[in-house]
């Protein structure tokens, strides 16, 4: 399946904090950076997502803001 | 100021698109990566970006999504 | 790929209007039902999106919203 | 009240899961799709979702993104 | 109609300006503070919305971020 | 830092309801409009977002609906 989604990021799953609904699963890119993402606990299992694993972050386009030092 | 959003990418603007209402903001992460937003003509201009300004991509965890390989 | 978004409707593209950076989308469902999406042009180009074309809505569940009638 | 979401998907609900802070609500179309949305507790009870309840998947036009089969 | 939107501001049209598919829209609210949206041109047309007009601000939970000044 | 999102309201928290990943933030407006946002436990922990303190609810124009009176 190829996404409209812009904006497709590969790294590896580093964390996986489970709530009621939610989890929080944290990707690592290779150059260090995390990223944070919020998903449904169906999708944390559905997708097999635990620490080690490869994955990617996956932002459309009109989600990302932009900013800049003052 | 500091922000809920717990996603803050900082790389180099390397290109603006602007359209009618919204501009295409591309950034490049020190690792290569490149990031696309889409945000208003108005806030290109009030942040000053243009190719080659250091700028941040700036993401709430809820827009992130994840998928793997299959 | 296999993704986190909870929900991926198929249908048919039975609409494309281009603007200067965004396009609109509209997916018909086997249902009748239509779905108007806006993604880049870059995307529309990318994914070959066309009249007649089959394609599948994708949406993250938190961007979901829930109404009734009063 | 008259609203600019482009997308108003009228079906039934088919199942409610709750959370500390967001529950997930899930909505049967006619045609037998179902949609996965999380939303607040709060909303959940001030719009008396249940079982068996008619209730619209209401979403905005930029969140819906399109995939194609490769 | 009912929604779970748990943000509905009420306001006026002060500014719409039109791009090739969407438009920008300003609602000014009764303290003074100005919303700016963007939606579809569709939208636009069907509410009817125009300067002077009495309009809401809808917000799902999930997209307010929270900033601090430091 | 400067950022791109269009719409940032002042105002002092009167509400922080935790859950198990996020947390429900209620800032109230000068005007007494209260504004309810979902944002991550970590984040309401890294601003020291408490009941009083001044905050920003903090929005992509993007994500702003409109709706009007039928």
């Known amino acids: ?3 409209s989604a812009r904006n497709l990021l ?3 799953v580093v964390k996986v904090v489970k709530g009621a609904v939610n989890s929080e ?3 690592e890119l290779p ?3 995390k ?3 919020i998903i449904t606990n169906t ?3 559905s997708l097999g997502l635990k620490k080690g694993k ?3 972050a996956v932002i459309k ?3 990302i803001m932009v900013a800049v030092d003052e």
Request: charged fraction near 20%; glycine fraction near 12%; charge should be positive.
């Open 1 to 3: 399946m190829k996404l």
């Open 10 to 12: 590969k790294g590896k």
């Open 35 to 37: 990223l944070v993402s």
């Open 25 to 27: 699963v944290v990707i």
């Open 61 to 63: 386009a009109s989600n």
């Open 31 to 33: 150059g260090g950076e």
């Open 54 to 56: 490869e994955a990617y």
């Open 43 to 45: 999708s944390v299992a």
